[in-house]
């Protein structure tokens, strides 16, 4: 004889929980760059409402573990993404100046 738990039934999974572990997955695998910020940012937004839904009724939904762990690597892959770019960014600003010092000794 199988015992049902009849909360369990009427518990529904949260809305863009899977989503955003996706995203959070994707944003942290394509980290470095632009692509995994863009990502986890997008993951980190329509994870909002769905966690103010669990929020306000916790037993009524599943999928919060899903929700929380692909927050954790949205947040994981932004900052991977975010440090990526600043180092594209001072690596460009280097050569820049490189290249400005030796067009000044060429002109010496």
Same mark, same amino acid.
């Given at each position: 004889?199988? &015992?049902?738990?009849? /909360?369990?039934?009427?518990?529904?999974? *949260?809305?863009?929980?899977?989503?955003? #572990?996706? *995203?959070?997955?994707?944003?942290? &695998? *394509?980290?470095? %760059?632009?692509?995994? #910020?863009?990502?986890?940012?997008? %993951?980190?937004?329509?994870?909002?409402?769905?966690? /103010?839904?669990?929020?306000?009724?916790?037993?009524?939904?599943? +999928?919060? +573990?899903?929700?929380?762990? +692909?927050? &954790?690597?949205?947040?994981? +892959?932004?900052?991977?993404?975010?440090?990526?770019?600043?180092?594209?960014?001072?690596?460009?600003? %280097?050569?820049? @100046?490189?290249?400005?010092? #030796? @067009?000044?000794? @060429? @002109?010496?």
């Amino acid at each position: 004889m199988e &015992v049902v738990n009849p /909360q369990a039934e009427q518990k529904t999974m *949260l809305p863009n929980s899977s989503a955003t #572990l996706v *995203l959070g997955i994707l944003s942290l &695998v *394509l980290g470095c %760059g632009t692509l995994g #910020l863009i990502l986890g940012i997008i %993951g980190l937004v329509i994870s909002k409402e769905a966690k /103010q839904m669990y929020d306000k009724n916790p037993d009524a939904y599943t +999928g919060y +573990g899903n929700l929380n762990a +692909g927050r &954790v690597l949205c947040i994981i +892959g932004i900052v991977v993404g975010g440090a990526s770019l600043l180092i594209v960014i001072f690596w460009i600003v %280097g050569i820049t @100046a490189i290249l400005g010092t #030796l @067009a000044g000794f @060429a @002109a010496m």
